[in-house]
């Protein structure tokens, strides 16, 4: 990897794209529209940044079209991509699609990505990215996510091999409880075990996930959390309420990671309101 002179690294996310088939809209849109909108946004304004990571539901249904429309986009970018699963996502019609990702011998999507310090004598780190999609065998209506022996095994080594380096783990399903109770039932599974490996491991610095389509943030166990919007939509305010089939057309957003020797920066940027707005001063 090439070391960038600045203070930082820079990490793109987004997730639960949930592309669907051509004519196919949720909440009135199509999510492959709103996706190439937020990421033609992103590129323009962060075209420093080292790495996309989308962290799952590429696909409403995981048939080889829905794979098929996301391709183009992600051709010819100007940086390197990591697609991960979901469960609305299958592995096999991904790799028919995307056959350069990287498959753990497991058969699972999972990879590592290891950057230089940002700054001179700053922090190495370390991105461990999961496949939490529970299947096959797949099951109708089966949403939950979980990390089997093999998973947990890999997890378990690139931890030992990280060294110093500053660990950042990236999943679809959250493993914790975000007191929306609906999608709480359908969290990562695997969460006790879980958190009984990685808090062995004090430089697992924060935990990266989607599912749920809000922004949400805070500590899970001791370790920091930040989960992400989607582009297309979101899940309305349900703390407390059963039901993970909700969707409202609250503002997409992706997200900006900043790895600094100062610790671990998150920003979450709604996309059309940064574009329905123009910059102003305190003296407009």
């Not at 990490?11 to 529209?33: A, Q």
């Not at 990505?113 to 700054?119: H, K, N, P, R, S």
């Not at 109770?181 to 610095?205: C, E, S, T, W």
């Amino acid at each position: 990897m090439t070391t960038i002179n600045r203070m930082h690294h820079k990490i793109l996310v987004f997730t639960d794209i949930h592309i669907k088939s051509e004519g196919e809209k949720i909440v009135g849109y199509d999510p492959l529209e709103r996706f190439d909108t937020g990421l033609k946004h992103a590129l323009k304004h962060h075209p420093d940044a080292d790495h996309l990571i989308l962290t799952g539901d590429l696909t409403h249904n995981g048939r080889p079209d829905q794979f098929a429309r996301l391709k183009p986009l992600l051709a010819d970018l100007p940086l390197p991509v990591t697609l991960m699963t979901g469960n609305h996502d299958r592995r096999d019609t991904l790799l028919e699609a995307f056959p350069d990702q990287l498959v753990t011998e497991s058969g699972h999507l999972m990879r590592v990505i290891d950057l230089q310090g940002a700054a001179p004598f700053g922090p190495k780190d370390r991105l461990i990215c999961l496949d939490t999609l529970d299947g096959p065998p797949w099951r109708e209506h089966h949403h939950a996510g979980a990390l089997c022996r093999a998973r947990m095994e890999w997890l378990k080594e690139q931890l030992d091999t990280a060294g110093e380096r500053r660990v950042s783990i990236f999943m679809h399903h959250p493993p914790f409880h975000t007191g929306f109770d609906g999608m709480d039932a359908i969290r990562m599974m695997d969460h006790d075990a879980f958190y009984d490996l990685v808090k062995q491991y004090p430089n697992v610095a924060h935990i990266f996930a989607g599912h749920i389509h809000r922004t949400i943030s805070g500590t899970a166990h001791g370790i920091g959390f930040t989960i992400f919007k989607s582009p297309t939509h979101q899940m309305p305010m349900m703390l407390g309420e059963t039901g993970y089939a909700h969707s409202v057309p609250e503002p997409g957003a992706y997200g900006i990671i900043l790895l600094s020797d100062e610790g671990v920066i998150v920003h979450s940027e709604d996309f059309d309101e940064a574009r329905r707005h123009a910059v102003q001063g305190y003296d407009d």
